[in-house]
C-alpha cells in the first residue's frame, strides 16, 4: 500500500499544475422578436384616412448582424366587423422616407401623401388591413442599416408577428407589398418571408414597384473617377444613404476615409433631415457624386456591397409581382428589366408587368394588375 503514495503524489502534483477549465457561460437567452412593447395613437399625419382603430406599435425585432431592436409601425383596420378568421393583411413596405427618427413613417406619414393614401385605401377597401413597418432604426434607438435586406425583411415579418400577436382580428395570412426601397425590401421579404416567419404566419405572395436592382454594382462603381454626368438628386441621396447604411451594418468600417470633406458634411446631413429636404439640398447645391468620394468605392472590403445589397436570384417559395414603369428615372429601370429577366431565368415564380410611366405613377397605375394577383395569392 506504502508504494501508492508517491504515484498519488505525483498525478496530485500533475493536476494541480494543469491550467484551470474556463467556467462555461451560461447562454444568453434571445429576446423573442415579433412581440408588442407598447401602442400609442397615430399623428394624424401618419393615420391612412378610412381606417378604423389605426394605432402606432413598438415591436420587438433584429438589426444588423443579428443583434436585438425594436422597430415601430403603423397598423390600419377597414371598417367593418372581420370576416371569418380575421382580416387578411397587407404588409406595405414603404419608400424612402430618410434616416432621421423624425421621418419614420408611423409619425410624419408618407412622402407622397396623395398617392400613398390612395393606394393604401384602395387595399383596405379590397378588404385587407395594413400593418406599415418603419424599419429598425427609423424612428426607434439606433440607426437604419438603410437597404440591409435582411433586416428589413426581418423587421417586416417581426411586425407582421407582432400586429398577429396583439390584434385578435387579424388573419395569419399575409403578402407583403412595397415601393422604391419598400420594392427592394419586398423582394428580401418574399426570399425570407417563410423561414423568419415560421409556422406563426402564412406567408402567400409580393409585389414590389420601382424595384432598385443590382446596387451593389451602380455603388461599387462610384468614386473621385466617377465620370461628372448629371445624376438624379436620388441617386446621390440613395449613395449617401447606403454608405449610412453601410456604416451602421459595419461599425468598423472607416467611412471617412472614403470621403472627402464635402462628402464627410453631406454623410452627416443625410442624417439629420427627411428625403424630400435631402433631395432639395443636393439639387439647389448641384452636388456631383464624385465631388464626394476620396476613394473609389470598389476598395470596400470584399463582397460587402454584395452581401448587403444584392437582392435574391433564387429561393422564391410563393408568387412575386414586379411592377415597373418604363419612364422610371430614380431608378436604372434596364437594370429592374434585367433582374425580372434573371429571375425568369431562374424559373422563380415572378409575374412582371410594365407600364408607361414613371417612378411615381407606377404605384397607382399597377394596381389594376397587382390586386387581381394578390387575391388570386390569398385563394
Request: proline share 9%; glycine share 10%.
Amino acid at each position: 500500500m506504502s508504494a501508492s503514495w508517491p504515484l498519488t503524489a505525483t498525478v496530485l502534483a500533475t493536476l494541480a499544475a494543469l491550467p484551470a477549465v474556463p467556467a462555461v457561460a451560461a447562454p444568453v437567452p434571445v429576446p423573442e422578436t415579433g412581440v408588442v412593447e407598447s401602442v400609442e395613437p397615430l399623428a394624424p399625419a401618419a393615420t391612412l384616412p378610412g381606417s378604423v382603430d389605426s394605432a402606432r406599435i413598438i415591436y420587438t425585432t433584429t438589426t444588423a448582424g443579428g443583434a436585438p431592436a425594436t422597430s415601430s409601425g403603423a397598423v390600419y383596420f377597414p371598417p367593418g366587423p372581420p370576416p371569418p378568421g380575421g382580416w387578411p393583411i397587407i404588409a406595405w413596405a414603404h419608400g424612402t422616407l430618410g434616416l432621421a427618427d423624425q421621418c419614420a413613417y408611423s409619425l410624419r406619414g408618407p412622402a407622397e401623401v396623395e398617392r400613398d393614401w390612395a393606394y393604401l385605401d384602395t387595399w383596405l377597401n379590397q378588404g385587407y388591413a395594413v400593418v406599415a413597418s418603419d424599419y429598425a432604426g427609423l424612428g426607434t434607438p439606433g440607426e437604419q442599416p438603410y437597404l440591409n435586406g435582411k433586416v428589413e425583411a426581418a423587421n417586416i415579418v417581426d411586425g407582421v408577428k407582432a400586429a398577429t400577436h396583439h390584434y385578435p382580428n387579424l388573419s395569419r395570412k399575409w403578402v407583403v407589398v412595397g415601393q422604391s426601397q419598400g420594392g427592394e425590401a419586398a423582394m428580401f421579404t418574399a426570399r425570407y418571408a417563410t423561414e423568419f416567419g415560421g409556422s406563426e404566419l402564412d406567408y402567400r405572395g409580393a409585389v414590389g414597384t420601382g424595384v432598385p436592382a443590382y446596387n451593389e454594382e451602380l455603388i461599387g462603381a462610384a468614386g473621385p473617377a466617377f465620370p461628372p454626368v448629371k445624376l438624379s438628386g436620388y441617386n446621390t441621396r440613395a449613395t449617401l444613404y447606403v454608405l449610412n447604411g453601410l456604416k451602421t451594418s459595419h461599425p468598423d468600417l472607416d467611412i471617412d476615409s472614403y470621403l472627402t470633406d464635402a462628402g464627410r458634411y453631406w454623410f452627416t446631413r443625410a442624417q439629420q433631415i427627411c428625403g424630400d429636404d435631402m433631395y432639395t439640398e443636393l439639387t439647389d447645391a448641384g452636388v456631383s457624386l464624385k465631388d464626394l468620394l476620396a476613394r473609389p468605392l470598389s476598395e470596400l472590403p470584399p463582397g460587402m456591397l454584395h452581401n448587403d445589397l444584392a437582392l435574391p436570384e433564387t429561393g422564391f417559395d410563393k408568387p412575386v409581382f414586379i411592377g415597373q414603369g418604363l419612364r422610371d428615372t430614380n431608378i436604372i429601370m434596364p437594370n429592374t428589366l434585367r433582374y425580372a429577366a434573371t429571375l425568369t431565368a431562374n424559373h422563380q415564380p415572378l409575374t412582371l408587368h410594365t407600364y408607361s410611366t414613371d417612378h411615381n405613377g407606377t404605384v397607382l397605375a399597377s394596381q389594376a394588375d397587382s390586386i387581381p394577383f394578390v387575391t388570386k395569392a390569398f385563394a
